[in-house]
């Protein structure tokens, strides 16, 4: 019985698969908010290099990953896919639980499979600075890092209440030779009009967006790069689905379900979109849970519908489960998933019911984080101990059925860097948040109007 299913590098995947290919209904177009009507390439030209623009909205079923990308890649990739034997026992279920770990990129989790792509096509295109935000800083390394490979300068707004839980996140982004910035900050005007009406605002990551873009669009060397949301990204992280597939070959078993926390959605959409490909093509019957927070629950308690990505409305608007963007989540763990957004691509697929959303409170998914760390060893960053606690649901759910089921989660990263969370929740001071419905309520009233 195998607990570690390895590929080789020259088994790595070589392309990106883009899902756009084989939805069963176009993504619904981009909209300028300013002429109500489709951008164009022309309109995301100051942010983005052309050939990310291109990737965003390309029919193409395959992407070629370039060479300079795959090099970089090798450094942690293909990563290990495991059979959690141990907490499988520990359970007593008949299920097989697997996963994926992300952990053993050098910057912590999966964000670096579309931060070296993006500084590669950037750096073709001779941009000499980006900006970026960040929430719980897992993305600024991952940005901070690829930079460095490519000799940008990289300059990182950090959302305020991770700046100070997390100043070892901060420090590694500098090692890597980024700058950083708490956000809200005095550096931009969007960032300066939130802290006049909110001095101690503790920042969100549609506010730390603001700033970025802002930044960018008033910079000519400066571009603005996006850690998750956008197709490109989610199309980068595809390369975590296509190992998985080529490693349940390997093992001659096939997951019955996949669970994945879900914040922007880059980390779960990498992951599930190859399988979704075969359900939809290939009569697979696997069925797919996206897990989000109980105090920012997106799918689950937002709209359906078109809402800018920042807080300052700065950005085109984007057909998406929105909790409105002037939404600033409660000041929970998983910085990675306090966004009051959600992935186009993720949104539609949760819509047509592809996709099932569940919300879970922070303390029920720490207690599943240390059982996962008692018998699997690895301490697992708060947001995929999100997808643990489902994945633990579930394999009792099978326990009591005596029916045992394949199921496999996205282990997005690791937890090192989130020891203060753990320290809460071991002393008993971690609090569950209400679901902050008269705030979301306020905030869904602003959505912009369109059409
Ligand atoms: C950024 C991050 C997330 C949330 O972003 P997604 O785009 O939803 O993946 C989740 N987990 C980890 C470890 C992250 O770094």
Sequence with gaps: MDTKILLTEKEMPTRWYNIQADLPNPLPAVI????????????????????????????????????????????????????????????????????????????????????????????????????????????????????????????????????????????????????????????????????????????????????????????????????????????????????????????????????????????????????????????????????????CPSITAGSYAYDFGDTAALTPLMKMYTLGHSFVPPRIHSGGLRYHGMAPLISQLADEGIIEARAVHQRSVFEAAVQFAKTEGILPAPEPSHAIRVVIDEALKCKESGKGRSILFNLCGHGHFDLTAYEDYLSGRLEDYAYPREEVERAIAELPKVG
Aim: hydrophobic letters at 35%; a negative charge.
């Design 32 to 295: 300028h908010p300013g002429t109500g009507q489709p951008i164009g390439p022309q309109d995301l030209a100051p942010l983005f290099p052309m050939a990310i623009i291109a990737q965003e909205v390309s029919q193409e079923r395959y992407v070629d990953i370039p060479e300079e990308v795959q090099e970089v890649y090798k450094l942690w990739r293909p990563s290990p896919l495991y059979r959690a034997h141990r907490l499988e026992k520990a359970l007593d279920t008949p299920a097989k639980i697997y996963y994926k770990y992300e952990g053993v990129s050098p910057a912590g989790s999966h964000k670096p499979n579309t931060a070296v792509p993006q500084a590669y096509y950037n750096k073709q295109e001779g941009v000499k600075r980006i900006t970026t935000e960040t929430g719980a800083g897992q993305w600024g390394c991952a940005l901070a890092m690829a930079c460095r490979f490519f000799d940008i300068e990289c300059k990182v707004y950090m959302v305020k209440v991770s700046y100070e839980q997390k100043p070892y996140r901060r420090s590694m982004m500098e090692v890597w030779g980024a700058q950083v910035a708490a956000s809200p900050s005095q550096e931009t005007q969007a960032g300066r009009n939130i802290l006049e009406q909110d001095p101690d605002s503790p920042g969100s990551l549609g506010i730390a967006i603001s700033e970025a873009v802002e930044d960018a669009a008033t910079r000519e060397d400066t571009h603005y790069s996006l850690g998750s949301v956008l197709n490109h990204v989610l199309m980068h992280q595809t390369i975590i689905g296509e190992e998985c597939l080529l490693q349940f070959e390997k093992l001659d078993d096939y997951p019955d379900v996949v669970v994945g926390c879900v914040g922007g959605g880059s980390s779960y959409g990498g992951m599930i979109f190859p399988f979704v490909r075969e359900r939809l093509a290939n009569g697979k019957k696997t069925e797919f849970i996206a897990v989000e927070p109980a105090a």
